[in-house]
């Protein structure tokens, strides 16, 4: 069975000589991180510049009876009030979907309109000459409330008699009002004839809690309204034509009225894919005729904005002795927050993709409740699909007495057999992967007591997309590359590296930048782990066309044809018949007679990329468990992915370290506690426990490449891959070091470790 790359298809990479692609280059915006220079949008101000605060809910389910302003609006300093009423009502049953989420529900986050529906919810916003004077003015606003029921938990938003958050849902099969908005399945083959063939069938439920992205930077704006030319936006996120968009649709504002620019970005993970503030600031600037800023605090990112979703599952499982897979079936279900739309489907679909299973009933509900509607995380939905199935398999190979990997590589789906869900996922690496961790020296390091080895493997589909990017040629022969998406992790510097590779040139000779909405092409988010790869695309096509204006350049001074000139080591070469008469012409030389052979070299294209490749990756983690505390420390961590090509290994190897990161914290501590009231309770790091350096071994990142014939430098993404497989790998762990006591719950911190052990 062939389970890894297609040896006879001919891929179109570059090759692996290459000078900088593959090469650990300075990375582009290193000093200014250092240093502190680099402008987030927090470090952003205007002259006449105010300040923007937001009045949130105290409930989780409300409705809005009432809002008197007027106190507010007669404190001295304040400039302007807004409340719900100031933006466009968007209809609530009409779908709006503005990529993978729709802008009714973005606005509806924004500020408040028919109801309240959890604690932070925005009700209102002031604008003043000073933060003191907007968070006093906060306090003169009266709302008067209509208390409702509420539900946060998602087994509990769907059982008898619960509150119903909305109701005009309306979901087939279901009669009368629901906090079920949506009802997927996927199916293949015939169950029960699976679980008859059968020789062993498992069946478990599992729980997982919604859990935060973990950027650094909360959300930042500085808006300025123009009423007579283009009003501005300076903010972080993930991506600056989403944040023009959106701010448009929900003020009712002309698109090409706003000029969105991107600022540093510290941090996003899927978080900053949506916006919270910029319409609010954007409707409070067009009251007071002055500049606004907005910064969430970081008890407001908690309290208001979207985190991953926990999950609610039931999984069956039918497999032969021989350790062949015969049926699946189950549910996943996942909350969506306040409003629908959670990743459910990827949930349903990419944790089951790496393997040949012949017969599936699986459904995924999308299920409201008083939260904040949820927001990407990193490869959104499959972490916790995956940690359902992966960790039955570890259980299954136990009870089979079969190595783990080996259960995994006898049902490791074919080359280019579909999924379950009918999409292929061809040259993605499982067994290269699984054989570079089974083979890696870690694997052979001796368990001592109370330490356990876990592994998992993993699926991500990656993307396509939007992209744009345009290549300058200066005058003294360097060059700029401006793109379109914000960097989060590394495009730049692969940006460069693919310029300066393709130009024959120093990559120090090579500048990048990220354009703002006006001076380059629509670009899609930075997400989806698509950026270098359509990125890559784009600047590829825009160095090609710059090369051929260079040749063509060259050909004018010499008098020869085009066609009998190539471009090599930074350099027009007369090649063929012509190949002794001319000393070749460097990019400096054609840089510096631009204006007399034609003007200005540059190129600028535009796409909607295609070809992209899902990847996948195999995880191995060491623990050991305290059996008097229930902590769990990772003493080591292997790992392995397919990266398509590196164009930057020392980012990759980053992006991979930092998913690993976010696992074992997913896995071990992090997750939202809510009280009795609907509250957040612990709306902070100092109590939202996320892992620390001392928690953290060294994490062996093992890049395996296979590069993606579509692609011309054969790059697929890396970024989302690494957070799907930790989660089963170190539940997986956990049970080796307790002689097979198994948690069936996210996070598995210590009071939880400690009653698997008493069982």
């Given at each position: 069975?062939?389970?890894g790359v297609n040896?006879?298809?001919?891929?179109?990479?570059m090759?692996?000589?290459?000078k900088?692609?593959g090469?650990?280059?300075?990375?582009?915006?290193?000093?200014?991180?250092?240093?502190?220079s680099?402008?987030?949008?927090?470090?952003?101000?205007?002259p006449?510049?105010?300040?923007g605060?937001?009045?949130?809910?105290?409930?989780?389910h409300?409705?809005i009876?009432k809002?008197?302003?007027?106190?507010?609006e007669?404190?001295?300093?304040?400039?302007?009030?807004?409340?719900?009423?100031?933006?466009?009502?968007?209809p609530?049953?009409?779908?709006?979907?503005?990529?993978?989420?729709?802008?009714?529900?973005?606005s509806?986050?924004?500020?408040?309109?028919?109801?309240i529906?959890?604690?932070?919810?925005?009700?209102?916003?002031v604008?003043?000459?000073?933060?003191e004077?907007?968070?006093?003015?906060l306090?003169?606003i009266?709302v008067d409330?209509e208390?409702?029921?509420?539900?946060?938990?998602?087994d509990?938003a769907?059982?008898?008699?619960?509150?119903i958050?909305?109701?005009?849902?309306?979901?087939?099969?279901?009669?009368g009002?629901?906090?079920?908005?949506?009802?997927?399945?996927?199916?293949?083959?015939?169950v029960?004839k699976?679980?008859?063939?059968?020789?062993?069938?498992?069946?478990?439920d599992?729980?997982?809690?919604?859990?935060h992205q973990?950027?650094l930077?909360?959300?930042?704006?500085?808006v300025?309204?123009k009423?007579?030319s283009?009003?501005?936006?300076?903010?972080s996120?993930?991506?600056?034509?989403?944040?023009?968009?959106l701010?448009?649709?929900?003020?009712?504002?002309?698109?090409?009225d706003i000029k969105?620019?991107?600022?540093?970005?510290?941090?996003?993970f899927?978080?900053?894919t949506?916006?919270y503030?910029?319409?609010v600031?954007?409707?409070?600037?067009k009251?007071?005729?002055?500049?606004?800023k907005?910064q969430?605090t970081?008890?407001?990112?908690f309290?208001?904005?979207?985190?991953a979703p926990?999950?609610?599952?039931h999984?069956?499982?039918?497999?032969?002795?021989e350790?062949?897979l015969?049926?699946?079936?189950g549910?996943?279900?996942?909350?969506?927050?306040c409003?629908?739309?959670s990743?459910?489907?990827r949930a349903?679909?990419?944790?089951?993709?790496?393997?040949?299973i012949?017969?599936?009933?699986?459904?995924?509900l999308?299920?409201?409740?008083?939260r904040?509607?949820?927001?990407?995380?990193?490869?959104?939905?499959?972490?916790?699909?995956?940690y359902v199935?992966?960790a039955?398999?570890?259980?299954?190979?136990?009870?089979l007495?079969?190595d783990?990997?080996?259960?995994?590589?006898?049902?490791?789906?074919?080359?280019?057999?579909?999924?379950?869900?009918g999409?292929?996922?061809?040259?993605?690496?499982?067994?290269?992967?699984?054989?570079?961790?089974?083979n890696?020296?870690n694997?052979k390091?001796?368990?001592?007591?109370?330490?356990?080895?876990g592994?998992a493997?993993?699926?991500?589909?990656?993307a396509?997309g939007?992209?744009?990017?345009?290549?300058?040629?200066n005058?003294?022969?360097?060059?700029?590359?401006?793109?379109?998406?914000?960097?989060?992790?590394?495009?730049r510097?692969?940006?460069?590296?693919?310029?300066?590779?393709?130009?024959?040139?120093?990559?120090?000779k090579?500048k990048?930048?990220?354009?703002d909405?006006?001076?380059v092409?629509?670009?899609a988010?930075?997400?989806?782990s698509?950026?270098?790869?359509?990125?890559?695309?784009?600047?590829?096509?825009?160095?090609?066309?710059?090369?051929?204006?260079?040749?063509?350049?060259a050909?004018?001074?010499w008098?020869?044809?085009?066609?009998?000139?190539?471009?090599?080591?930074?350099?027009?070469?007369?090649?063929?018949?012509?190949?002794?008469?001319?000393?070749?012409?460097?990019?400096?030389?054609?840089?510096a007679?631009?204006?007399?052979?034609?003007?200005?070299?540059?190129?600028?294209?535009?796409?909607?990329?295609?070809?992209?490749m899902?990847?996948?990756g195999?995880?191995?983690?060491?623990?050991e468990?305290d059996t008097?505390?229930?902590?769990v420390k990772?003493?080591?961590y292997?790992?392995?992915?397919?990266?398509?090509?590196a164009?930057?290994?020392?980012?990759?190897?980053?992006?991979?370290?930092?998913?690993?990161?976010?696992?074992?914290?997913?896995?071990?501590?992090?997750?939202?506690?809510?009280?009795?009231?609907?509250?957040?309770?612990n709306?902070?790091?100092?109590?939202?426990?996320?892992?620390v350096a001392?928690d953290?071994?060294?994490?062996?990142?093992?890049?395996?490449?296979?590069?993606?014939?579509?692609?011309?430098h054969?790059?697929?993404?890396?970024?989302?891959?690494?957070?799907?497989?930790?989660?089963a790998?170190?539940?997986?762990?956990?049970?080796?070091?307790?002689?097979?006591?198994?948690?069936?719950e996210?996070?598995?911190s210590?009071?939880?470790v400690?009653?698997a052990?008493d069982?």
């Amino acid at each position: 069975m062939n389970i890894g790359v297609n040896k006879e298809k001919k891929m179109n990479y570059m090759s692996p000589d290459n000078k900088w692609i593959g090469k650990p280059t300075i990375r582009p915006d290193g000093i200014e991180k250092v240093t502190g220079s680099a402008q987030y949008a927090a470090d952003y101000t205007m002259p006449g510049m105010v300040w923007g605060k937001v009045l949130r809910s105290p409930h989780a389910h409300a409705l809005i009876k009432k809002i008197d302003t007027s106190k507010a609006e007669a404190l001295q300093g304040v400039l302007a009030v807004m409340t719900g009423a100031d933006l466009p009502t968007l209809p609530l049953d009409v779908p709006l979907p503005t990529g993978p989420n729709d802008i009714r529900w973005i606005s509806r986050g924004c500020m408040a309109q028919e109801k309240i529906l959890y604690v932070g919810h925005p009700i209102a916003a002031v604008a003043a000459t000073s933060q003191e004077i907007a968070i006093a003015a906060l306090d003169l606003i009266e709302v008067d409330y209509e208390v409702l029921p509420h539900v946060i938990d998602v087994d509990e938003a769907v059982a008898p008699g619960a509150p119903i958050l909305h109701d005009w849902i309306k979901t087939e099969g279901i009669e009368g009002p629901t906090n079920i908005s949506n009802i997927m399945t996927v199916k293949t083959g015939d169950v029960e004839k699976g679980f008859g063939e059968a020789d062993l069938v498992v069946e478990r439920d599992f729980k997982s809690a919604a859990v935060h992205q973990g950027y650094l930077e909360p959300q930042s704006c500085v808006v300025s309204y123009k009423p007579d030319s283009q009003s501005t936006i300076w903010s972080s996120s993930q991506g600056q034509f989403m944040v023009r968009g959106l701010t448009a649709t929900i003020t009712g504002m002309a698109t090409g009225d706003i000029k969105a620019i991107p600022a540093e970005i510290g941090g996003g993970f899927g978080g900053k894919t949506i916006i919270y503030l910029e319409p609010v600031a954007m409707v409070l600037s067009k009251k007071c005729g002055r500049p606004v800023k907005m910064q969430n605090t970081r008890e407001e990112v908690f309290h208001s904005t979207g985190p991953a979703p926990g999950m609610s599952a039931h999984l069956k499982v039918g497999v032969t002795k021989e350790g062949k897979l015969t049926a699946v079936e189950g549910s996943y279900n996942m909350q969506a927050g306040c409003y629908p739309g959670s990743p459910v489907g990827r949930a349903c679909h990419f944790s089951f993709s790496c393997y040949d299973i012949p017969n599936a009933n699986l459904k995924g509900l999308d299920i409201v409740s008083n939260r904040p509607n949820v927001a990407a995380y990193r490869a959104p939905g499959a972490p916790q699909g995956n940690y359902v199935f992966e960790a039955m398999l570890d259980e299954i190979a136990e009870k089979l007495n079969m190595d783990p990997w080996e259960l995994r590589l006898r049902n490791a789906l074919p080359l280019n057999k579909p999924t379950i869900y009918g999409a292929k996922i061809g040259e993605a690496g499982i067994q290269e992967c699984i054989d570079s961790v089974r083979n890696h020296p870690n694997a052979k390091i001796e368990l001592g007591p109370n330490q356990g080895r876990g592994i998992a493997i993993g699926y991500w589909g990656n993307a396509g997309g939007e992209s744009s990017a345009q290549l300058h040629i200066n005058e003294d022969g360097t060059a700029l590359v401006i793109t379109g998406h914000p960097d989060i992790g590394g495009s730049r510097a692969s940006m460069v590296n693919i310029a300066a590779e393709k130009l024959g040139i120093d990559y120090k000779k090579v500048k990048a930048q990220i354009g703002d909405t006006n001076n380059v092409g629509i670009s899609a988010v930075t997400g989806g782990s698509r950026v270098t790869f359509a990125s890559g695309i784009v600047v590829n096509e825009a160095t090609d066309q710059v090369i051929e204006t260079l040749k063509s350049r060259a050909a004018g001074i010499w008098g020869i044809d085009v066609e009998a000139i190539e471009w090599r080591d930074g350099a027009a070469h007369p090649a063929g018949p012509n190949a002794g008469d001319f000393e070749p012409l460097s990019l400096e030389d054609l840089a510096a007679k631009a204006e007399s052979t034609g003007g200005p070299i540059m190129a600028a294209v535009s796409k909607n990329t295609t070809g992209h490749m899902g990847v996948v990756g195999a995880h191995m983690v060491d623990v050991e468990v305290d059996t008097e505390t229930g902590r769990v420390k990772i003493l080591r961590y292997t790992a392995s992915q397919d990266v398509g090509r590196a164009i930057h290994p020392a980012y990759v190897e980053g992006q991979i370290q930092g998913g690993v990161v976010q696992g074992i914290g997913w896995a071990l501590n992090e997750e939202f506690i809510y009280n009795k009231d609907g509250r957040l309770d612990n709306a902070g790091f100092l109590d939202y426990r996320m892992p620390v350096a001392s928690d953290l071994p060294l994490i062996d990142a093992v890049m395996v490449e296979i590069p993606n014939p579509d692609h011309p430098h054969g790059v697929k993404g890396v970024g989302e891959i690494p957070l799907v497989p930790p989660l089963a790998a170190i539940a997986n762990a956990i049970a080796d070091a307790t002689g097979g006591k198994r948690l069936y719950e996210l996070p598995m911190s210590p009071p939880k470790v400690l009653k698997a052990l008493d069982n």
